[in-house]
């Protein structure tokens, strides 16, 4: 049913794979099997003509099964995390020795942006931490950075464990930074307070959402940065395609597909950078600034100019 928007699904069209090696042509029929296809966001607003019928082969069964299935899919993953120690060990599924290049790596990506955008003068800076767990990424590293950090984060005995970590304020010089908010709700039901945050850090845990919450929690999100402000995504990054993992229901997307979806959500790269010294077994990860406008030519020139845009030949 989903074939008719076949041309304009690029990279979701890329076949992929789930964790028991079941291959799938393509990240709608993925979809399709784990919430039903009306919600992949192959058949988003985006490529259906306004008023247009719905493709009818089957999707009345689609459609009641739909938020049924999206609900479990939802609860699948939270089990998951609930059955998780609240340590570093355990949010870092086992893999605790990276937390120390991670931080480092965060913080010589952060760092420049942070100067780049709110250099000139001195203010409050506020930061969300998205799916937050133990609160591992605020105390090693944003609460550094930022003034007030909020943190969301779905599964309770995580946030609980984030609220002792963080519990003393740090004072940095004369400023006081520290943890101010702490919510329990997963990143699909959250709408951040209006113009609160500078910087939006997502680690690790987007690859619970689908494609069309995805979106839309990008799009809530937007509302929630002040005018300059960004979104930091950090996650793993897939060679191809998709690679869905049965076990804690997520998707690890490919770098192709997290930049049909930052399109789909009006965001632009504003800089990119690789995780560097990670164990090999694992997947490479990428950090994404990501804008609400179109970033412009910078001193050093390094960006400005999207790589698919036109450009002068010379002869
Ligand atoms: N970002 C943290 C935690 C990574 S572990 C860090 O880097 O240390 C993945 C986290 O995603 C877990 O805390 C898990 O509970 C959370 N999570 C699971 N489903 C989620 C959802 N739907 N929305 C937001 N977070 C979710």
């Not at 100067?115 to 800076?125: C, D, I, N, S």
Request: proline residues 4%; negative net charge.
């Amino acid at each position: 049913t989903n074939s008719n928007f076949a041309a304009a699904a690029g990279e979701m069209d890329s076949r992929g794979f789930d964790s028991t090696g079941r291959e799938f042509s393509s990240a709608t029929e993925m979809w399709a099997q784990e919430i039903g296809a009306t919600a992949s966001a192959s058949a988003s607003a985006s490529e259906v003509p306004p008023g247009a019928a719905a493709p009818s082969n089957g999707d009345a069964g689609e459609e009641a099964g739909g938020e049924g299935k999206r609900e479990e899919w939802y609860s699948k993953g939270i089990a998951y995390w609930q059955g998780v120690e609240a340590s570093t060990e355990g949010v870092l599924g086992g893999y605790g020795c990276v937390n120390d290049a991670d931080v480092k790596g965060s913080a010589a990506f952060l760092r420049p942006l942070l100067a780049e955008r709110f250099g000139a003068v001195k203010r409050h800076l506020v930061a969300l931490d998205c799916g937050s767990g133990i609160g591992r990424v605020t105390k090693n590293f944003l609460i550094k950075h930022f003034n007030e950090v909020d943190l969301v984060e779905p599964v309770a005995h995580f946030l609980e464990a984030a609220r002792e970590n963080l519990s003393s304020c740090m004072d940095v010089g004369h400023d006081t930074h520290k943890a101010a908010n702490f919510y329990c709700i997963p990143l699909q039901d959250f709408t951040p307070e209006e113009g609160r945050y500078d910087v939006i850090w997502i680690q690790w845990c987007i690859g619970q959402l689908t494609d069309d919450d995805f979106i839309s929690f990008f799009n809530r999100a937007k509302v929630g940065l002040k005018p300059d402000g960004f979104f930091v995504l950090k996650e793993n990054i897939a060679k191809n395609g998709f690679v869905l993992d049965k076990e804690d229901n997520s998707v690890t997307r490919s770098d192709a597909y997290f930049r049909e979806l930052f399109n789909k959500c009006g965001l632009y790269i504003h800089s990119i950078k690789n995780q560097k010294e990670l164990p090999e077994e694992l997947f490479a990860v990428r950090m994404y600034a990501l804008v609400t406008s179109q970033p412009k030519v910078t001193k050093n020139g390094k960006r400005g100019r999207p790589k698919n845009s036109p450009r002068i030949i010379r002869s």
